[in-house]
């Protein structure tokens, strides 16, 4: 195609070039592209609003999931000190109840050997003459 001379050019400066007109066809065809494009772009525009709504809840559930994560880093802690503590107070626990066996023993065979010497002391009480105290403490 043969480029217009520079007087043509000059003289179309200030004119503004209509488009050609296009058949009915292409108006149709025009149209549908349009049509096309402007519900192409409605879709890309409900998406990225949607990815936008999406991407704020889930930043929302990271930041409440790193919030439980440490809630449960302190509960297991916290679980762990009285799984400890339980122990020990088991410990202890099994410590008194074996004293306490240690020493209802303890009771158990003082208060026989107390039967056993009253039982031996009493034929030796009947046999002894009474000594009256309080004439003695007189005289």
């Given at each position: 195609?043969?480029?217009?001379?520079?007087?043509?050019?000059?003289?179309?400066?200030?004119?503004?070039?209509?488009?050609?007109?296009?058949?009915?066809?292409?108006?149709?065809?025009?149209?549908?592209?349009?049509?096309?494009?402007?519900?192409?772009?409605?879709?890309?525009?409900?998406?990225?609003?949607?990815?936008?709504?999406?991407?704020?809840?889930?930043?929302?559930?990271?930041t409440e999931s790193?919030?439980?994560?440490?809630?449960?880093?302190?509960?297991?802690?916290?679980?762990?000190?009285?799984?400890?503590?339980?122990?020990?107070?088991?410990?202890?626990?099994?410590?008194?109840?074996?004293?306490?066996?240690?020493?209802?023993?303890?009771?158990?065979?003082?208060?026989?050997?107390?039967?056993?010497?009253?039982?031996?002391?009493?034929?030796?009480?009947?046999?002894?003459?009474?000594?009256d105290t309080h004439?003695?403490?007189?005289?």
């Amino acid at each position: 195609m043969k480029k217009p001379s520079l007087f043509k050019r000059i003289s179309s400066l200030g004119i503004v070039k209509r488009p050609p007109q296009l058949s009915v066809a292409e108006q149709l065809v025009q149209l549908s592209i349009r049509k096309r494009a402007t519900a192409f772009v409605d879709a890309r525009d409900d998406l990225e609003t949607k990815i936008g709504r999406l991407s704020r809840r889930l930043n929302f559930l990271m930041t409440e999931s790193d919030l439980w994560r440490d809630k449960f880093v302190t509960f297991e802690q916290y679980a762990e000190k009285l799984s400890v503590e339980a122990n020990d107070l088991r410990s202890k626990i099994n410590k008194e109840q074996r004293e306490t066996k240690r020493l209802s023993g303890l009771v158990t065979m003082t208060t026989v050997e107390k039967t056993k010497l009253q039982n031996r002391r009493k034929p030796f009480e009947h046999n002894m003459p009474r000594t009256d105290t309080h004439n003695i403490c007189r005289a």
